[in-house]
């Protein structure tokens, strides 16, 4: 594979993919692939076709829109995914209520216009990495503009967004130290380079990421001149150490007038 920006398949991809066509063969679904892509947020005509020909691995947004569109488990063609899925419902549904004295809108329901997204404790490190120490609470609510959100994100699913405070220099001037951070925590696979909230080894971090075509996992910062060294990590024998944690849409800076 000579393509930088799709992660490496696996083996065990390709199973995936077969079994996830297998079931597309024999419930003939009525929509062209083109329609189904849109109607269940996979992608373009090409994108469903890549996953169920086995060209590109099957992410976590991808499954949850096959298994909706073919009235099937996730579990049913990837096991890996279904336990992806899993621990994301786990970690939203016993994550504490907010902490006695933090602020939270009085509101039971946002204004017309606007979602309430949850701002979480940990804060990933722009530097050389923070471990999470404490249990993953919510610091607060925030009321955010539906019609941004819908723009940044580009999905109506906002519970898969969570707000985290970015710590550090390393990214600047992209991201400046405490900048709020929105993270799509259903990408949890670095299918196209970008920025992502990535637990490696322990060490909580946010930098710009890639994986190269024979496997390795590139870390960098944007800040070159006071972090100019790169992170490599070979994905085929230290995969077990890297968790991605999702993927960074967007970010707000607050500047001092």
Known sequence: MNDPKRAVLTDENREESKRLRAIWDERH?????AEFGEMYEIGSQAAVGHFLNGHSAISLKAAKGFA????CDIASFSERLARQASEIASFTQSIAPAPVGVPVSPRDHPPEGYVRLEHLSPRPSMGPGNAVGEPIHIVRHLDVLESWVRQKVGSADYDRVKILTGC???????????DLVFVDIS???IDIPGIYVIDVHGRFLLKRALILSDGTLVLKSDNRDEFPDEERIDLRRYADTVNVAGRVKAWWTLRQG
């Open 168 to 178: 550090g220099q390393s990214m600047q001037p992209t991201i400046q130290d405490n």
């Open 29 to 33: 679904p009525r929509l062209s692939q």
């Open 68 to 71: 909706r569109g073919l009235g």
């Open 187 to 189: 990408e949890r696979t």
